[in-house]
């Protein structure tokens, strides 16, 4: 792999106000605060305001990073929003956040890639600035997954949330934080999540056409802890690192059963390995920078330490990267 010059240097998050625990889900559909510990390990999650948009959300957790970075950040440009929940179909959630945050000098762009989202975005932000191309990247996954939840149907309803986190990437040719990555895309497994939009088939297969997220539940979750493992050993092959030298693992939190299989499976400690799903449910794109900000505030992860990020999800689409934590603790 080309030797990275970007290096991540600041992260900030944001989660709404409102809480939705399992106890007021039971009330909502039939369902138990029971199953959903046992099957998912999710006790609450996120849910945005009436006026509180994807963007809102991604503004608030930059305006966060920026409190903790304390340095200007009016020569960013470019900005990219991860997302599948955006405002508007156009104008992007990345342009919405150029305008509210008022940065003058940056490009800003959307990219779907669900809930591999916040890799993919990370994986480009580093292209660009290791190209030369740009040198102060904003990052950001931001969700307001309720607002594609159909709450009457509690094999999804149950799952997500909402939330936003955001990570700055500068170029820095002597700290780069970049040390591997694997990305892969199995479109056949579109089928299975969704949520519809113009077209009403996909592959010979009518639609539900309802504009809420589809899943079909056991086969992302067969095809997930089966197919990242493989994943996190190929993106390892390509790096000087060993598994032993990652110092934590950072998957998208989309159930805690699933994340444990897949623990199991790659031989990484559990004990070692960051979610956000308990108090946060399932927040696609945001998942991975919300997690592994849990661990930066109260002190586990520190400057120098080897992560490990693995996003998954809708597309069917999967981003790891290797990364060396830049931030300063
Ligand atoms: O972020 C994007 C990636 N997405 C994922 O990674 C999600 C992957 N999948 C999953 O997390 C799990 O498949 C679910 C949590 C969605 C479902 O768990 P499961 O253990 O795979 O359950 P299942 O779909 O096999 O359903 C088992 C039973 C069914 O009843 P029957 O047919 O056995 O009578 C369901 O109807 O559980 C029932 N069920 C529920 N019962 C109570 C499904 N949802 C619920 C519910 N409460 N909320």
């Known amino acids: 792999m080309e030797q990275s010059k970007a290096r991540v240097t600041a992260i900030g998050t944001y989660v709404p106000e409102h809480r939705l625990t399992n106890h007021e889900l039971a009330k909502m559909v039939d369902t138990s605060d029971e199953w959903i510990t046992q099957r998912t390990g999710i006790k609450e999650r996120r849910i945005a305001a009436e006026n509180e948009f994807t963007s809102d959300l991604a503004v608030a957790a930059i305006r966060n990073l920026i ?3 304390q340095k200007s950040m009016d020569d960013v ?16 959630v990345a342009s919405q956040v150029q305008k509210k945050i008022g940065m003058k000098q940056t490009g800003a762009i959307d990219v779907n890639a669900a809930c591999g989202g916040f890799g993919y975005a990370l994986h480009l932000a580093n292209g660009l600035i290791t190209s030369g191309l740009h040198q102060k990247i904003l990052v950001i996954g931001s969700e307001t997954m309720s607002r594609s939840m159909d709450y009457e149907d509690r094999s999804t309803c149950i799952l997500f ?8 990437v500068e170029r820095d ?8 990555y ?22 010979g297969v009518e639609l539900k ?11 992302v979750y067969r095809w997930a802890v089966t197919t990242v493992p493989q994943g996190m050993q190929k993106l390892l092959e390509k790096s000087s690192y060993t598994l032993a030298q990652v110092d934590w693992f950072v998957p998208h939190s989309a159930n805690k ?10 031989g990484f400690p559990l004990e070692k390995t960051l979610i956000s799903l308990e108090y946060c449910g399932n927040t696609s794109s ?9 661990a930066v505030q109260d002190g586990r992860v520190k400057k120098g330490d080897k992560i490990l990020i693995y996003g998954f999800g809708g597309g069917l689409t999967q981003a790891g990267l290797l990364l060396e934590w830049g931030v300063e603790s």
């Open 67 to 69: 409190e903790r970075y």
């Open 182 to 203: 694997h990305l892969t895309t199995e479109g056949e497994g579109g089928i299975h999540l969704y949520r519809s939009g113009t077209a009403t088939m996909m592959d």
């Open 77 to 92: 440009d470019m900005i990219i929003v991860a997302t599948t929940t955006s405002d508007y179909i156009f104008p992007s």
């Open 257 to 266: 059963r699933m994340i444990e299989s897949i623990c199991e499976k790659s």
């Open 173 to 180: 040719e002597h700290n780069p934080s970049f040390l591997s």
């Open 209 to 219: 056409p309802t504009g809420h997220l589809v899943q079909n539940g056991r086969e």
């Open 286 to 294: 945001a998942s991975i920078p919300l997690s592994l900000d849990m």
């Open 161 to 168: 949330g909402d939330g936003a986190g955001a990570f700055l």
